[in-house]
Protein backbone atom coordinates (compact mmCIF):
# COMPACT_ATOMS: atom_id res chain seq x y z
CA UNK A 1 0.00 0.00 0.00
CA UNK A 2 1.14 3.72 -0.79
CA UNK A 3 1.05 5.82 2.11
CA UNK A 4 -1.27 9.18 0.65
CA UNK A 5 1.26 12.37 0.49
CA UNK A 6 0.34 15.74 0.82
CA UNK A 7 2.57 18.39 0.41
CA UNK A 8 1.69 22.21 -0.48
CA UNK A 9 4.25 24.46 -2.48
CA UNK A 10 4.25 28.21 -0.79
CA UNK A 11 6.32 28.66 -4.08
CA UNK A 12 7.15 32.73 -3.29
CA UNK A 13 4.60 33.29 -0.51
CA UNK A 14 5.22 34.02 3.20
CA UNK A 15 7.62 35.32 5.23
CA UNK A 16 9.21 33.48 8.33
CA UNK A 17 6.94 35.48 10.40
CA UNK A 18 3.99 34.53 8.26
CA UNK A 19 5.75 30.72 8.11
CA UNK A 20 5.84 30.39 11.94
CA UNK A 21 1.83 32.15 12.41
CA UNK A 22 0.78 29.25 9.64
CA UNK A 23 2.65 26.17 11.75
CA UNK A 24 1.33 27.58 14.94
CA UNK A 25 -2.06 27.34 13.03
CA UNK A 26 -1.80 24.30 11.42
CA UNK A 27 -0.02 21.85 13.87
CA UNK A 28 -2.61 21.40 17.09
CA UNK A 29 -5.37 20.39 13.74
CA UNK A 30 -3.09 18.12 12.19
CA UNK A 31 -1.64 16.19 15.34
CA UNK A 32 -3.63 13.61 15.27
CA UNK A 33 -3.46 12.49 11.41
CA UNK A 34 -1.06 9.36 11.11
CA UNK A 35 -1.67 7.93 7.62
CA UNK A 36 -0.76 10.52 5.45
CA UNK A 37 2.48 12.02 4.81
CA UNK A 38 2.18 15.90 5.57
CA UNK A 39 4.61 17.80 4.21
CA UNK A 40 4.96 21.89 4.02
CA UNK A 41 7.63 23.43 1.51
CA UNK A 42 8.19 27.09 2.01
CA UNK A 43 11.31 29.64 0.45
CA UNK A 44 14.52 29.23 1.76
CA UNK A 45 14.67 32.25 4.33
CA UNK A 46 11.11 30.50 6.06
CA UNK A 47 13.00 26.98 6.17
CA UNK A 48 15.35 27.40 9.54
CA UNK A 49 11.90 28.64 11.58
CA UNK A 50 9.92 25.82 9.91
CA UNK A 51 11.86 22.87 11.15
CA UNK A 52 12.66 24.26 14.39
CA UNK A 53 9.05 24.87 14.77
CA UNK A 54 7.96 21.49 13.80
CA UNK A 55 10.35 19.24 15.13
CA UNK A 56 8.73 16.44 16.83
CA UNK A 57 5.25 17.09 15.23
CA UNK A 58 3.68 14.89 11.95
CA UNK A 59 4.78 17.71 9.69
CA UNK A 60 8.23 17.54 7.62
CA UNK A 61 9.58 20.45 6.16
CA UNK A 62 10.97 20.36 2.10
CA UNK A 63 12.67 23.15 0.15
CA UNK A 64 11.03 24.18 -2.93
CA UNK A 65 14.94 23.42 -4.54
CA UNK A 66 18.39 22.86 -4.32
CA UNK A 67 21.88 22.92 -6.25
CA UNK A 68 23.64 20.03 -7.04
CA UNK A 69 27.11 21.13 -6.50
CA UNK A 70 28.27 20.26 -1.95
CA UNK A 71 30.03 23.64 -1.99
CA UNK A 72 31.98 26.30 -3.85
CA UNK A 73 31.75 29.18 -6.03
CA UNK A 74 27.85 29.13 -7.00
CA UNK A 75 26.53 32.79 -5.69
CA UNK A 76 22.60 32.28 -4.78
CA UNK A 77 23.21 28.69 -4.48
CA UNK A 78 21.93 26.31 -1.65
CA UNK A 79 23.16 22.61 -1.22
CA UNK A 80 21.15 19.82 -0.33
CA UNK A 81 23.82 19.31 2.76
CA UNK A 82 22.48 22.61 4.08
CA UNK A 83 19.05 21.65 3.79
CA UNK A 84 19.55 18.25 5.40
CA UNK A 85 21.58 19.97 8.53
CA UNK A 86 18.97 22.37 8.86
CA UNK A 87 16.24 19.59 9.28
CA UNK A 88 14.17 19.30 5.62
CA UNK A 89 13.20 15.95 4.88
CA UNK A 90 12.36 16.88 1.80
CA UNK A 91 13.26 18.86 -1.80
CA UNK A 92 10.51 19.86 -4.75
CA UNK A 93 12.93 19.67 -8.16
CA UNK A 94 11.98 20.11 -12.03
CA UNK A 95 8.67 22.66 -11.21
CA UNK A 96 7.37 23.26 -14.44
CA UNK A 97 8.27 27.20 -12.64
CA UNK A 98 11.84 26.49 -12.71
CA UNK A 99 12.02 24.83 -15.95
CA UNK A 100 10.04 27.77 -17.90
CA UNK A 101 11.24 30.60 -15.95
CA UNK A 102 15.27 29.27 -14.83
CA UNK A 103 16.04 26.75 -17.43
CA UNK A 104 16.05 23.86 -15.88
CA UNK A 105 16.24 20.90 -17.75
CA UNK A 106 15.62 16.89 -17.60
CA UNK A 107 19.49 16.65 -17.23
CA UNK A 108 20.02 19.58 -14.40
CA UNK A 109 17.11 18.01 -12.54
CA UNK A 110 18.78 14.34 -12.92
CA UNK A 111 21.65 16.07 -10.70
CA UNK A 112 19.60 17.50 -8.43
CA UNK A 113 18.15 14.15 -7.47
CA UNK A 114 21.03 12.94 -7.26
CA UNK A 115 22.27 15.18 -4.96
CA UNK A 116 19.39 15.25 -2.62
CA UNK A 117 19.78 11.71 -2.45
CA UNK A 118 23.36 12.12 -1.42
CA UNK A 119 22.39 14.52 1.24
CA UNK A 120 19.27 12.27 2.92
CA UNK A 121 16.68 14.14 1.26
CA UNK A 122 13.62 12.40 -0.52
CA UNK A 123 13.41 14.45 -4.07
CA UNK A 124 9.74 15.24 -5.04
CA UNK A 125 10.01 15.66 -8.87
CA UNK A 126 7.67 17.09 -11.21
CA UNK A 127 6.79 16.53 -14.75
CA UNK A 128 4.12 17.29 -17.01
CA UNK A 129 3.34 18.92 -20.07
CA UNK A 130 1.82 21.97 -21.47
CA UNK A 131 -1.44 22.77 -23.01
CA UNK A 132 0.01 22.67 -26.21
CA UNK A 133 2.51 19.47 -26.33
CA UNK A 134 -1.33 17.86 -24.86
CA UNK A 135 -2.97 19.08 -27.90
CA UNK A 136 -0.75 17.65 -30.64
CA UNK A 137 -1.03 14.62 -28.61
CA UNK A 138 2.77 14.42 -27.21
CA UNK A 139 1.70 13.41 -23.47
CA UNK A 140 3.01 10.52 -23.85
CA UNK A 141 6.20 11.43 -25.51
CA UNK A 142 7.12 14.44 -22.99
CA UNK A 143 6.40 12.52 -19.83
CA UNK A 144 8.75 9.81 -21.27
CA UNK A 145 11.48 11.83 -21.91
CA UNK A 146 11.14 13.57 -18.53
CA UNK A 147 11.15 10.17 -16.47
CA UNK A 148 14.02 8.63 -18.28
CA UNK A 149 16.40 11.42 -18.88
CA UNK A 150 15.49 12.91 -15.49
CA UNK A 151 15.25 9.72 -13.42
CA UNK A 152 18.92 8.29 -15.22
CA UNK A 153 21.35 6.16 -13.82
CA UNK A 154 19.48 6.31 -10.32
CA UNK A 155 20.80 3.49 -7.92
CA UNK A 156 17.97 0.91 -7.27
CA UNK A 157 18.57 1.60 -3.85
CA UNK A 158 16.61 4.64 -4.10
CA UNK A 159 14.02 3.88 -6.71
CA UNK A 160 11.36 3.28 -4.30
CA UNK A 161 11.97 6.35 -2.37
CA UNK A 162 11.44 8.83 -5.08
CA UNK A 163 7.78 11.06 -4.86
CA UNK A 164 6.68 11.95 -8.92
CA UNK A 165 4.78 14.91 -9.09
CA UNK A 166 2.49 14.84 -12.31
CA UNK A 167 1.79 18.23 -12.64
CA UNK A 168 0.23 19.30 -16.23
CA UNK A 169 1.15 22.70 -17.05
CA UNK A 170 -2.24 23.93 -18.20
CA UNK A 171 -4.01 23.16 -14.70
CA UNK A 172 -0.91 24.82 -12.36
CA UNK A 173 -2.66 27.91 -10.86
CA UNK A 174 -5.40 28.09 -13.64
CA UNK A 175 -7.95 26.87 -12.05
CA UNK A 176 -8.63 24.36 -14.78
CA UNK A 177 -7.82 21.32 -12.69
CA UNK A 178 -7.29 17.55 -15.16
CA UNK A 179 -10.71 15.88 -14.52
CA UNK A 180 -9.90 12.77 -12.16
CA UNK A 181 -9.58 10.40 -15.04
CA UNK A 182 -7.32 12.24 -17.04
CA UNK A 183 -4.93 12.69 -14.11
CA UNK A 184 -5.14 9.04 -13.13
CA UNK A 185 -4.78 7.92 -17.10
CA UNK A 186 -1.32 10.20 -16.95
CA UNK A 187 -0.73 8.24 -13.69
CA UNK A 188 -1.51 4.93 -14.74
CA UNK A 189 1.00 5.87 -17.74
CA UNK A 190 3.88 7.52 -15.61
CA UNK A 191 3.99 4.17 -13.14
CA UNK A 192 4.22 2.28 -16.60
CA UNK A 193 7.15 4.53 -17.71
CA UNK A 194 8.72 3.74 -14.09
CA UNK A 195 8.21 0.27 -14.34
CA UNK A 196 10.07 -0.05 -17.03
CA UNK A 197 13.60 1.57 -15.52
CA UNK A 198 12.39 0.14 -11.91
CA UNK A 199 10.72 -3.10 -12.31
CA UNK A 200 10.82 -4.11 -9.25
CA UNK A 201 9.70 -0.64 -7.56
CA UNK A 202 7.43 1.22 -10.01
CA UNK A 203 4.50 -0.44 -7.51
CA UNK A 204 5.51 1.41 -4.72
CA UNK A 205 6.69 4.87 -5.87
CA UNK A 206 3.87 7.45 -4.87
CA UNK A 207 2.45 10.22 -7.45
CA UNK A 208 1.17 12.90 -6.35
CA UNK A 209 -1.04 15.11 -8.74
CA UNK A 210 -0.95 18.72 -8.96
CA UNK A 211 -2.68 21.52 -10.45
CA UNK A 212 -5.52 23.83 -8.81
CA UNK A 213 -6.23 20.87 -6.49
CA UNK A 214 -8.45 22.33 -3.48
CA UNK A 215 -10.81 21.00 -0.56
CA UNK A 216 -13.77 20.33 -3.39
CA UNK A 217 -11.54 18.43 -5.73
CA UNK A 218 -9.20 16.46 -3.62
CA UNK A 219 -11.57 13.85 -2.65
CA UNK A 220 -12.72 12.13 -6.31
CA UNK A 221 -8.84 12.94 -7.55
CA UNK A 222 -7.05 11.08 -4.09
CA UNK A 223 -10.11 8.11 -5.35
CA UNK A 224 -8.53 7.36 -8.22
CA UNK A 225 -6.08 4.21 -8.37
CA UNK A 226 -2.72 5.63 -9.14
CA UNK A 227 -2.88 9.02 -7.30
CA UNK A 228 -0.93 8.36 -4.24
CA UNK A 229 -1.16 12.33 -3.22
CA UNK A 230 -0.93 15.69 -3.92
CA UNK A 231 1.31 18.90 -4.48
CA UNK A 232 -0.79 21.81 -3.95
CA UNK A 233 0.11 25.32 -4.58
CA UNK A 234 -2.68 28.42 -3.87
CA UNK A 235 -5.09 26.17 -1.68
CA UNK A 236 -1.81 25.03 0.92
CA UNK A 237 -1.65 28.68 1.70
CA UNK A 238 -4.55 29.11 4.25
CA UNK A 239 -4.05 26.61 6.88
CA UNK A 240 -7.82 25.80 6.94
CA UNK A 241 -7.99 24.92 3.25
CA UNK A 242 -4.64 22.68 4.02
CA UNK A 243 -6.40 21.01 7.31
CA UNK A 244 -8.86 20.07 4.63
CA UNK A 245 -6.73 18.85 2.17
CA UNK A 246 -4.60 16.55 4.71
CA UNK A 247 -7.84 15.28 6.18
CA UNK A 248 -9.49 14.59 2.64
CA UNK A 249 -10.91 11.18 3.68
CA UNK A 250 -13.24 13.53 5.94
P1 LIG B 1 -1.85 25.37 -7.81
O1 LIG B 1 -2.37 24.39 -6.79
O2 LIG B 1 -1.86 26.79 -7.30
O3 LIG B 1 -2.50 25.20 -9.14
O4 LIG B 1 -0.29 25.04 -8.00
C1 LIG B 1 0.07 23.73 -8.26
C2 LIG B 1 1.55 23.62 -8.16
O5 LIG B 1 2.27 24.11 -9.00
C3 LIG B 1 2.11 22.91 -7.00
O6 LIG B 1 3.47 22.68 -7.17
Request: hydrophobic share 40%; with cysteine.
Amino acid sequence: MRKPIMAGNWKLNKNHLETLAFIDEITPVLSGVGDVDIVICPPFTSLNVATARTKGTNIKIGAQDLFWEKSGAYTGEISGEMLKVLGCDYVIIGHSERRQYFGETNQTINKKIFAAFASGLIPIVCVGETWQERSAGQVEQVLSAQIREGLQGLNAEYHGKIVIAYEPVWAIGTGQTATPAQANEAHVLLRKLLGEIFAETAQDIRIQYGGSVKPENVRELMAQSDIDGALIGGAALKAASFEKLVKFKG
